[in-house]
């Protein structure tokens, strides 16, 4: 198969947010930090009516039905999350109630997980198959869903929850580069969740945010020496249109940016003028250790790299500031606001994507945008997503509200034997979401 890639998505995000302006406020921090000082808008989270399953549910019905897809013609279903419901049944095999209602059960691939990075190994998993000589010709489903919530304190608004479903086949509108893969794995401890008895990870932020900027760099240099020994000539930011980050929040996407910028002044790039250089010359001499830590570069580099970031990474960052982090559905939901900003625009461009999970895994990859055929095309795409939409039609719940969801939920967790209220009038119909839970931990799902 050739140009193997994403021909079509949706993304879904439950409709219920809160204001970081108020969440700051009601936190007594000071003015300013969650919206500027992490660069955050909003913050979605699931009630008790949502969680990982219905969001996934919801998105995987959505994309059947708008693209007019047969679910007989899936033939690869994967599944990347982090959130557990189950140490054993797979996320995929409650998705599989929508396939074997039209008779196909012959659909392979489990559940991936590794924090934020299972999406991207669902992915990968999808396109290699299609690739490869076991594919029989249908199509495979890549499925991120996630809903990330965070213990009281600094992390707590770095939360965020959607799912996103990509269908994968050749002859793609955003089709792999697959040559150009950059990857960086190693074992630290900067975001796990060794606790089976709670949904909140133990997070060391400080650490998680060094460990994503030398992942960065690991991985951008495997990624530019791939590029160079297949196209022989120097890879740099000048040769990605777009450039789109895992978005834990956006603060560190505007100094990842400004990462990559300097790895491009050390490789004495051309797409660094010549004034810039000037300004980045002081920092040459810096250790890799000590580049991480020196504020000096971060500030000055931020401030050299501010129209590039503009033109290439301003566009991807609309839904992740608005949503928060969505762990293994951010960068794609990062992606899909691009598709939103630059729908008319994109043909021909290149995109690079680069993405993190805690623990750690990490890869930089690509696209290349191409003209597709009805309904694969990247404006159908726009249009099937109606991001706008979809920001427009929430609902932002008072920060007290969101605190006393999040009570309600620690208790949930992992609970047997409830039931949840039956006030759905927030959902949109074909909202897929929990019912109850029996005394043996089945979950029972409806559609509005
Ligand atoms: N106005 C403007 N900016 C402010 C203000 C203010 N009033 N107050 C603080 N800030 C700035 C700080 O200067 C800082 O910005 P800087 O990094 O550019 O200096 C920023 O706000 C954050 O404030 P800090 O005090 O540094 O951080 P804090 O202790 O509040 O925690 C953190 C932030 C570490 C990101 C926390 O939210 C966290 O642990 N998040 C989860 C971990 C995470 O997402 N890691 C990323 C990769 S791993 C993953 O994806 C899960």
């Given at each position: 198969a050739k140009e193997v890639g994403i021909l079509a998505m949706d993304i879904y995000f439950p409709p219920t947010c809160v204001k970081q302006e108020e969440l700051e406020a009601y936190d007594g921090a000071s003015k300013g930090k969650y919206t500027i000082g992490l660069g955050q808008d909003c913050l979605?989270?699931?009630?008790?009516?949502?969680?990982?399953?219905?969001?996934?549910?919801?998105?995987?019905?959505?994309?059947?039905?708008?693209?007019?897809?047969?679910?007989?013609?899936i033939g690869r279903l994967e599944v990347g999350t982090e959130t557990v419901i189950d140490k054993s049944k797979s996320i995929k095999t409650w998705l599989m109630q929508?396939?074997?209602?039209?008779?196909?059960?012959?659909?392979?691939?489990?559940?991936?997980?590794?924090?934020?990075?299972?999406?991207?190994?669902?992915?990968?998993?999808?396109?290699?198959?299609?690739?490869?000589?076991?594919?029989?010709?249908?199509?495979?489903?890549?499925?991120?869903?996630?809903?990330?919530?965070?213990?009281?304190?600094?992390?707590?608004?770095?939360?965020?929850?959607?799912?996103?479903?990509?269908?994968?086949?050749?002859?793609?509108?955003?089709?792999?580069?697959?040559?150009?893969?950059?990857?960086?794995?190693?074992?630290?401890y900067d975001f796990y969740k060794p606790n089976l008895a709670s949904e909140y990870p133990v997070v060391d932020g400080k650490l998680s945010q060094t460990c994503y900027l030398m992942a960065l760099d690991q991985c951008y240099k495997q990624f530019c020496s791939k590029f160079e020994k297949y196209e022989e000539k120097q890879?740099?930011?000048?040769?990605?249109?777009?450039?789109?980050?895992?978005s834990p929040y956006n603060k560190l996407v505007q100094k990842s940016f400004a990462r990559l910028y300097f790895n491009d002044f050390l490789r004495n790039s051309s797409s660094v003028q010549k004034e810039a250089k000037e300004k980045m010359e002081p920092f040459s001499s810096l250790t890799r250790d000590e580049s991480y830590q020196s504020r000096d570069l971060e500030k000055t580099s931020q401030q050299v790299a501010k129209d590039l970031y503009d033109e290439k990474v301003q566009p991807s960052t609309l839904i992740p500031k608005q949503v928060g982090n969505m762990y293994t559905a951010s960068l794609y939901?990062?992606?899909?606001?691009?598709?939103?900003?630059?729908l008319s625009n994109l043909v021909g461009k290149r995109i690079v994507m680069f993405s993190y999970g805690s623990g750690l895994s990490s890869t930089m990859?690509?696209?290349?945008?191409?003209?597709?055929?009805?309904?694969?095309?990247?404006?159908?795409?726009?249009?099937?997503?109606?991001?706008?939409?979809?920001?427009?039609?929430?609902?932002?719940?008072?920060?007290?509200?969101?605190?006393?969801?999040?009570?309600l939920m620690e208790h949930r967790y992992g609970a047997k034997d409830f039931v949840t209220a039956k006030e759905t009038s927030l959902l949109s119909?074909?909202?897929?979401?929990?019912?109850?839970?029996?005394?043996v931990y089945r979950r029972f799902y409806a559609k509005k």
């Open positions: 979605t989270f699931c009630t008790e009516l949502e969680d990982v399953i219905s969001m996934s549910l919801t998105v995987v019905t959505s994309l059947l039905e708008k693209y007019q897809i047969d679910p007989k013609r929508i396939f074997e209602e039209s008779g196909n059960t012959d659909i392979e691939g489990v559940d991936s997980t590794n924090a934020c990075y299972g999406g991207t190994a669902a992915l990968f998993n999808c396109v290699n198959w299609v690739e490869s000589s076991s594919w029989d010709g249908r199509y495979g489903l890549a499925v991120c869903t996630d809903s990330a919530v965070y213990a009281e304190g600094p992390a707590r608004p770095t939360g965020g929850a959607a799912a996103i479903a990509m269908l994968i086949g050749p002859n793609a509108p955003i089709a792999f580069e697959s040559k150009y893969r950059g990857t960086h794995m190693s074992h630290v890879f740099s930011i000048s040769d990605a249109d777009y450039i789109v980050f895992h939901a990062a992606f899909a606001s691009v598709l939103h900003n630059k990859f690509s696209f290349r945008i191409q003209d597709g055929q009805h309904p694969f095309t990247i404006s159908n795409i726009g249009t099937v997503m109606n991001i706008n939409g979809k920001l427009e039609s929430r609902h932002v719940f008072p920060p007290e509200k969101f605190i006393e969801t999040m009570k119909p074909g909202t897929f979401y929990l019912e109850r839970v029996d005394s």
